[in-house]
T-cell receptor, first 117, second 115 residues
Framework: AQSVTQLGSHVSVSEGALVLLRCNYS??????LFWYVQYPNQGLQLLLK??????LVKGINGFEAEFKKSETSFHLTKPSAHMSDAAEYFC???????????????FGTGTRLTIIP | NAGVTQTPKFRVLKTGQSMTLLCAQD?????MYWYRQDPGMGLRLIHY???????AKGEVPDGYNVSRLKKQNFLLGLESAAPSQTSVYFC??????????????FGPGTRLTVL
């Protein structure tokens, strides 16, 4: 069974500082990996995803994440935080491949990002 | 193109009452999902559907039933609501091509309180 661990349920950074949100997964094979963002009182929106190919993936709003198989990690970063980045961020994984199972996502428990002016 | 919509946005029930949450998508997606979101627990899958007329259990299916009579609609039912079902419910839809999984598109959520 897959699992996702997000280290730090709350992260605070100063405006303009580096944002680093951590995600580690447990899976028998390299999964597909996703980061979603949820703004207050809204649904989830895809930030970026890794399926195959280049391990550094870029997403919307200046975010990027790197898939590191050896570390089973998919940490999310942004060089310079903006006030509008305040939200909750969820890491998620799914089974890769062509069989049933890859249509389901397993989510982490989320990290609430606060930006300090 | 409205994407994924959910009805209602808010609801308060008394213990033992029943209700149905409606999810609709206009993207012709094959796959639809119901999740619940609780503080500190992320999103947990309740039920999902891989096509019209088919449904399957997710991680936390007890106390819920679903139906997918039309491709664009996915209904979540609570037959006898309990306080433990107080949560925010999200619907999502997605599609796949040749087995590759693409992103799930989420609705705005339904906030349900059971007293």
């Amino acid at each position: 069974a897959q699992s996702v661990t997000q280290l730090g349920s709350h992260v605070s950074v100063s405006e303009g500082a580096l944002v680093l949100l951590r995600c580690n997964y447990s899976s028998s094979v390299p999964p597909y990996l996703f980061w979603y963002v949820q703004y207050p009182n809204q649904g989830l929106q895809l930030l970026l995803k890794y399926t195959t190919g280049a391990t550094l993936v870029k997403g919307i709003n200046g975010f990027e994440a790197e898939f590191k198989k050896s570390e089973t990690s998919f940490h999310l970063t942004k060089p310079s935080a903006h006030m509008s980045d305040a939200a909750e961020y969820f890491c998620a994984v799914s089974d890769p491949g062509f069989n049933f199972g890859n249509e389901k996502l397993t989510f982490g428990t989320g990290t609430r990002l606060t930006i300090i002016p | 193109n409205a994407g994924v919509t959910q009805t209602p946005k808010f609801r308060v029930l008394k213990t033992g009452q029943s209700m149905t949450l409606l999810c609709a998508q206009d993207m012709n997606h094959e796959y639809m999902y119901w999740y619940r979101q609780d503080p500190g627990m992320g999103l947990r899958l309740i039920h999902y559907s891989v096509g019209e007329g088919t449904t399957a259990k997710g991680e936390v299916p007890d106390g819920y039933n679903v139906s997918r009579l039309k491709k664009q609609n996915f209904l979540l039912g609570l037959e006898s609501a309990a306080p433990s079902q107080t949560s925010v419910y999200f619907c999502a839809s997605s599609y796949t091509t040749e087995g590759f999984f693409y992103e799930q598109f989420f609705g705005p959520g339904t906030r349900l309180t059971v007293l």
